[in-house]
């Protein structure tokens, strides 16, 4: 079964490779890809349909029925920020649609304070994503897909 | 069955950073380790990323680990010390 990644906030889709935290650019979290969040975004958005099984100010995990799981990381070293300048707007263990708001934040205010707003988005349980976009994005189009979990190799 | 409990020692806890360490640690491991809350009856597959971040540790929070099989002993110490925070934040 294929799982399809929508963008949780409109910016500049870039590789993983590029982001400022050798443990995500290294894809040891999981495979994905980064966004560039656009001037003036705000709301970020549920990737998937599934349960938010976990959310906080600065990173959230949405699990799909089939047990595919995304993360949504919102900015670099945000954590530090103990969530000054985000809003959580859903429950944790509640169920999400593609587009349901999750957080809201402002990446400029990030910037402000020295850290990149740079959004990893990536699949917990894969090797591997594919059809990833490029360049500009709005929230809700397509911006990768994944196998479903176990059905790549295990981890090593 | 090898044992240990261990304060997770990294600033944040085990969020996405710290735990993905771990969990590559433990998938190296070659072993089904797991991981649970040290007071707590349950535990999880230490190689999931998904399931420890839903154990949601924070800083200071005892966790047990738990192995078996050959070298399990040497495989819990290196993870300890992960956890501890001897390289818990090595992704700087």
């Known amino acids: 079964m294929v799982l399809r990644v929508a963008a949780p906030l409109a910016g500049t889709v870039v590789p993983l490779y590029t982001v400022p935290d050798r443990v995500f650019a290294d894809a040891i979290v999981g495979p994905g890809v980064a966004i560039e969040p656009a001037r003036g975004s705000r709301a970020v958005t549920a990737p998937i349909a599934g349960i938010l099984v976990k959310v906080k100010p600065h990173a959230f995990v949405v699990v799909a029925p089939d047990g595919q799981a995304v993360l949504v990381h919102l900015g670099i070293d945000t954590v530090s920020l103990a969530g000054e300048g985000f809003t959580v707007l859903a429950a944790e263990g509640s169920p999400v649609a593609i587009g349901d708001p999750v957080v809201d934040w402002d990446p400029a205010a990030v910037r402000d304070r020295g850290l990149s707003p740079i959004c990893p988005v990536v699949a917990l349980e894969a090797t591997a994503v594919f059809d990833a976009a490029t360049g500009p994005i709005q929230p809700g189009q397509a911006l990768f897909s994944v196998a479903g979990p176990g059905t790549g190799a295990p981890l090593s | ?92």
């Not at chain 2, 806890?13 to 380790?33: D, I, K, N, T, Y």
């Open chain 2, 1 to 92: 069955m090898a044992e240990r409990v261990v304060a997770v020692a990294g600033a944040d806890g085990l969020h996405a950073r710290p735990a993905a360490l771990f969990v590559r640690a433990a998938a190296e491991s070659g072993l089904a380790v797991r991981i649970g809350r040290a007071d707590g009856e349950s535990d999880v597959d230490a190689r999931s990323i998904l399931a420890v971040l839903a154990l949601d540790v924070r800083r200071g929070d005892e966790v047990r680990l738990c192995a078996d099989g050959e070298g399990a002993e040497r495989v819990l110490d290196r993870l300890v010390a992960v956890l501890a925070g001897e390289d818990a934040d090595a992704g700087h």
